[in-house]
């Protein structure tokens, strides 16, 4: 048995400017690899002012240097190639998950109501007390979803979309 578990966590909150501080406190818990705050105005409308994905960029970088390196067996254009057609790789990689994971926040942008916010977080938790801890300080609500049942919902979510 595994000693992690992915999850998505939801924190919810009726102070939208708490919710932001929390924010700043969930991007240093152990294992968050994404955050993000949804809120929704009076009038309802829906915003996400901050967003965090850690590593963001790392694939770009990570295949224009594979490219690069690839490409030097054809001398300095070759590497010059090879490094753009690496990052470009990469970076269609990275723009995939950025669409899934704007996907998945309109997914719970109906779970926000008017005037609240949603702090919501991919972890791999080792440990559920860091994140119950932070629940805790700022007196939110926590639910866990399983990575893979919050992934299920998106595709369900995307396919009705698609259908319609």
Known sequence: ?????HHVLLLGFTDREACRRA?????HLPGVRQVAVLERSDEG??????????G???PTI?????????GLLG??????LGFAAGAA??????????TDGGAGLIVLSSRV?????????????HDSAPADELAAKYGAPVERITAEEFAEQVRVAKERAQGS
Do not use: C, W
């Not at 048995?1 to 578990?5: G, L, N, P, R, V």
């Not at 924010?23 to 991007?27: K, S, T, W």
């Not at 990570?62 to 690839?70: A, D």
């Open 1 to 5: 048995m595994s000693d992690h578990h």
């Open 23 to 27: 924010y700043e406190d969930a991007m």
């Open 45 to 54: 409308i829906v915003d996400i002012p901050e967003s965090h994905i850690r």
């Open 56 to 58: 963001a960029g790392v």
């Open 62 to 70: 990570g295949s224009g240097l594979v490219g690069g390196l690839v």
């Open 75 to 80: 001398g300095p254009i070759g590497a010059l």
């Open 89 to 98: 790789i990469g970076n269609a990689a990275e723009q995939t998950e950025m």
């Open 113 to 125: 109501d008017n005037g609240r916010a949603l702090l919501v977080m991919d972890v791999v938790e």
